[in-house]
């Protein structure tokens, strides 16, 4: 099965319906204001209401629609190679608050799932990170060490349940997997019970940091409030210029069916070719379950032919699980700071009672239920033990080496030169007429470089290429039907609308131009 455009929404969002919110349609006020119905803000808004703070959430779009609903779904503190570079670079104390701060949100969300009754199946399973060839196995035995350093039940082993050999892995036990909207759907039901306000379709536009706090929205609405919680994935209003220490990355993920007697029994993850990761999940009806792999990472903008690398996923899962096919397909987007760590904490600049979590470089499960209750500690004044560790605003080595940094900024403004380079020169990307149904193409038209699309119809839309967020000129993913911003990721469909940020303003509708 070839899923099509229409069928690429995340098997998690076609199987847990999250509770609908009417937008914002008047001033509010609130002891804390939450911006982004993600697991980090959902998690943030969650504590402060047990905290006893009266709470509003605003989420743009849909809860959980973004970041969230397109993860796979881990719950481990096992993150790929983490610990021998967190020892390396910033210390043993930091790599074994690292180990402790996402084994407590892991602990937390059994805890959680529990004591709140949510069926969101819920498995404990052992985490491995993985190579297939003996040149990567010293890095292994070295993690493997550096993992245990830090507090983690961890080991070297040269077995696994894959179903091909591997020369090595890092094996974490006791970890867990779930299905993430069955349970944030359960946090948000318990979120209203305790009073807590959530509205759908409520962009924020602006804030001011003073006291008390001021949101804008789109619509016009003003939220005043003396908490507010920036939980947007990227930082969308970036009085830090946290943009610079952050880097931005989407992977593609095929699910398909596969027998319970073929079940790997963990979750595994591997840089080799491109990151291959696989785990399963329950489908129901106990013969089989969901096999998830996902893989082909590249930045937002930059990839040619995104559904060639759906094809390469495609044959590497039929190649190592025969009889494999796709049932479902979709892409997250994640981002990762310069240092590797999570930016938690106040936002520098922003205001003293402004607070951001963002960076969870893939790990968005444990990363965002542990910045939800690090965030609540820091509102409330009870500090967790691992504040300083993830504080947006930290120092010294712990930012990174300079290499790294400056590393970071031409990723970002790459982009930029060379689409000013190109639009100076009259560059064009390709014809309008050559384009078939589903394809796109940037070119210049009307004094200006336009973002044109076919639909399967065989009409044209065409919108301006210039992302609102900076100015860089998108690009087509011709696998999700959507323009992409190589500069910091944000994301619009064909007609221009925002689907991801750090964007607020959709893309300028143009004219389709002449043939």
């Not at 069955?182 to 318990?190: I, N, S």
């Not at 596969?258 to 489908?283: C, F």
């Not at 947006?392 to 300079?402: D, Y």
């Not at 639009?423 to 336009?450: F, K």
Request: charged share 20%; aromatic share 6%.
């Amino acid at each position: 099965m070839n899923p099509t455009p229409d069928n690429t929404r995340s098997y998690w969002m076609q199987t847990a319906e999250m509770p609908s919110f009417a937008p914002l349609t008047t001033d509010a006020e609130a002891d804390a204001a939450v911006i982004g119905g993600g697991i980090a803000g959902l998690s943030a808004a969650w504590e402060l209401a047990r905290a006893g703070l009266s709470v509003a959430l605003l989420e743009a779009d849909r809860l959980a629609a973004g970041v969230t609903g397109h993860t796979t779904g881990k719950i481990t503190a096992l993150h790929t190679t983490v610990y021998e570079t967190l020892s390396t670079r910033h210390g043993e104390d930091a790599a074994r608050l690292y180990a402790a701060s996402q084994s407590a949100a892991l602990r937390y969300i059994v805890e959680t799932a529990r004591g709140l009754g949510i069926d969101c199946d819920l498995e404990r399973r052992p985490a491995l990170t993985y190579c297939e060839e003996p040149d990567g196995v010293d890095a292994l035995r070295a993690e493997a060490e550096a993992a245990r350093a830090a507090g983690l039940d961890a080991s070297f082993v040269t077995e696994t349940g894959l179903p091909y050999p591997v020369a090595g892995a890092v094996r974490v036990e006791d970890q867990a997997q779930f299905h993430p909207l069955a349970y944030l759907r359960g946090v948000v039901e318990d979120l209203v019970v305790r009073g807590g306000r959530v509205h759908e379709h409520t962009r924020v536009t602006e804030v001011d940091g003073g006291d008390p706090c001021r949101l804008t929205t789109s619509s016009g609405c003003t939220v005043r409030a003396r908490h507010v919680v920036v939980a947007t994935h990227h930082p969308v209003f970036d009085h830090a210029v946290l943009a610079t220490r952050l880097t931005q990355h989407r992977d593609l993920v095929i699910a398909g069916p596969l027998p319970s007697g073929r079940d790997p029994q963990g979750m595994y993850i591997t840089r080799e070719g491109g990151k291959r990761s696989v785990r399963t999940t329950p489908l129901g009806d106990g013969d089989r379950r969901l096999l998830i792999v996902t893989g082909e990472a590249f930045t937002p903008g930059t990839r040619g032919d995104t559904e060639a690398g759906y094809g390469r996923l495609r044959s590497w899962a039929q190649e190592r699980f025969p009889g494999f096919e796709v049932s479902h397909r979709w892409a997250a987007q994640d981002n990762s700071s310069v240092d590797g760590l999570p930016l938690v904490g106040r936002m520098r600049g922003g205001g003293e009672n402004v607070y951001v979590a963002t960076g969870f470089a893939g790990w968005g499960m444990t990363g965002g239920v542990m910045a939800g209750r690090l965030i609540a500690s820091l509102v409330t004044e009870a500090r967790e033990p691992w504040a300083d560790l993830y504080a947006p605003g930290r120092s010294g080595a712990v930012l990174g080496s300079p290499s790294t940094f400056l590393k970071a900024q031409w990723d970002t403004a790459k982009p930029f030169v060379k689409d000013r380079l190109d639009a100076l020169g009259n560059g064009t990307h390709g014809p309008v007429g050559a384009l078939g149904p589903g394809e796109g193409t940037v070119v210049r038209a009307g004094g200006g470089p336009c973002a044109v699309h076919r639909d399967d119809r065989g009409e044209l839309h065409a919108v301006s290429a210039v992302c609102t967020h900076m100015g860089c000129l998108v690009a087509f993913n011709n696998a999700e039907r959507t323009w992409e911003c190589p500069c910091h990721g944000s994301r619009f469909g064909v007609d221009g609308k925002v689907l991801q940020g750090p964007a607020l303003r959709p893309l300028e509708r143009r004219d389709p131009p002449d043939l």
